[in-house]
C-alpha cells in the first residue's frame, strides 16, 4: 500500500537528513548533489498589477520601465531577488530590480497585495 505524508514548504529539504524518498521542487536547476533528479516540466510566470496600479502609475512599455515602478518580490530560495527573467521576442532578458517595499516568501500573500495596488509582481 503506498502512504503519503505531504509537506509543504518554501524551501529545497535535505532529502538524506529528513527522511524524505521523493521531493518535487520548483526551481531552475538543483544544487549539485549525489542524488537522481528528473525534470518533470516548466512553469512560467507572468508580470502583474492591479488596474488601480496601472490606472495611477501608468504600464511599463519595456522591461528598463519596471526600475521606476514599484517592484514586489516573491522570495523563494532558488530564485534570485535582484532582477526578473523575461522570455520575449528578443530572447531572454533581465531586469536589475532596486531594494523592494514588499517582499513575501508565499504566492497567496503576493497576490492579495498585488489586488491592492501595491505595486507589479512576477507570479506563476
Known amino acids: 500500500m503506498l502512504q503519503v505524508d505531504l509537506t509543504l514548504a518554501q524551501r529545497v529539504p535535505d532529502l538524506l537528513d529528513e527522511g524524505y524518498d521523493v521531493s518535487i521542487v520548483l526551481a531552475p536547476e538543483l544544487p549539485d548533489s549525489g542524488l537522481v533528479s528528473a525534470r518533470l516540466g516548466s512553469i512560467f510566470s507572468i508580470a502583474c498589477a492591479s488596474p488601480a496600479y496601472i490606472e495611477k502609475h501608468g504600464a511599463p512599455h519595456v522591461l528598463s520601465d519596471l526600475v521606476r515602478h514599484t517592484c514586489l518580490h ?51
Open 74 to 124: 516573491l522570495i523563494t530560495p532558488v530564485f534570485p531577488t535582484d532582477r526578473w527573467v523575461f522570455d520575449g521576442p528578443n530572447g531572454q532578458e533581465s531586469v536589475s530590480l532596486g531594494p523592494s517595499t514588499f517582499t513575501v516568501n508565499v504566492a497567496d500573500a503576493l497576490v492579495a497585495a498585488l489586488g491592492e495596488g501595491m505595486g507589479i509582481g512576477v507570479l506563476p
